[in-house]
């Protein structure tokens, strides 16, 4: 069984930054790509950025230039450093081990205000 914790969410004003950490449990996360998703209010969840067990890295097109996606194998961790951060950015960020099956942790909640 996997568990995944996120923290590092809060309140933090348009143009700041904040660095999301997710640790796992479990000996499968560095062989596993992992993933950062957002859910903001009345809208569906949405992929962020997705990193390989190699190190390679995708983002969407909205957090291009902004947002870093990171590991950490000998601490089972994955980082979103997030900058210049926007209103827009506001939602839910949930981390997710790319597997069959797969496993999600419970949720940090970010608020940016402008």
């Known amino acids: 069984q996997v568990q995944l914790v996120e923290s590092g969410g809060g309140l933090v004003q348009a143009g700041g930054s904040l660095r999301l950490s997710c640790a796992a449990s479990g000996s499968i996360f560095s062989s596993n790509a992992m993933g950062w998703y957002r859910q903001a209010p009345r809208k569906q969840r949405e992929l962020v950025a997705t990193?390989?067990?190699?190190?390679?890295?995708y983002y969407v097109d909205s957090v291009k230039g902004r947002f870093t996606i990171s590991r950490d194998n000998a601490k089972n961790t994955v980082f979103l450093q997030m900058n210049s951060l926007k209103p827009e950015d506001t939602a839910v960020y949930y981390c997710?081990?790319?597997?069959?099956?797969?496993?999600w942790g419970q949720g940090t909640q970010v608020t940016v205000s402008s």
């Open positions: 997710h081990l790319i597997s069959s099956p797969g496993y």
């Open positions: 990193i390989t067990s190699g190190g390679s890295t």
